[in-house]
Nanobody
């Protein structure tokens, strides 16, 4: 029932920007913390960013802080990730994820229970 559908990925040159979107359905989006995670080729999942229900508290991995911005529009059931100053190291499949029911102020991979299919981001010259 839960659906998370990412979009907005593509090929971009180093220093460029992309805006990812995640369309959510099947649950009360505004009641859940949300996350972005990514998986580089041959690697496991890496946490990227977290946002609380109201969107007024955000958290970032050190590798993306200052370059990425997470946001949400609860009226549209949509999560966003604005990515600026992209580096080749950002190349990965990006997934959005929802927190488990009742999970707030949670860090770590055990915090979420659903992932989207992901959207490919490739940063290359």
């Amino acid at each position: 029932q839960v659906q998370l559908v990412e979009s907005g990925g593509g090929l971009v040159q180093p220093g460029g920007s992309l805006r990812l979107s995640c369309a959510a359905s099947g649950f009360t989006f505004s009641s859940y913390w949300m996350y972005w995670v990514r998986q580089a080729p041959g690697k496991g999942l890496e946490w990227v960013s977290t946002i609380n229900t109201g969107g007024d508290s955000t958290y970032y991995a050190g590798s993306v802080k200052g370059r990425f911005t997470i946001s949400r529009d609860n009226a549209k059931n949509t999560l966003y990730l604005q990515m600026d100053s992209l580096k080749s190291e950002d190349t990965a499949v990006y997934h959005c994820a929802k927190a488990k029911r009742g999970y707030y102020y949670c860090s770590g991979y055990g915090c979420y229970d659903y992932w989207g299919q992901g959207t490919q981001v490739t940063v290359s010259s």
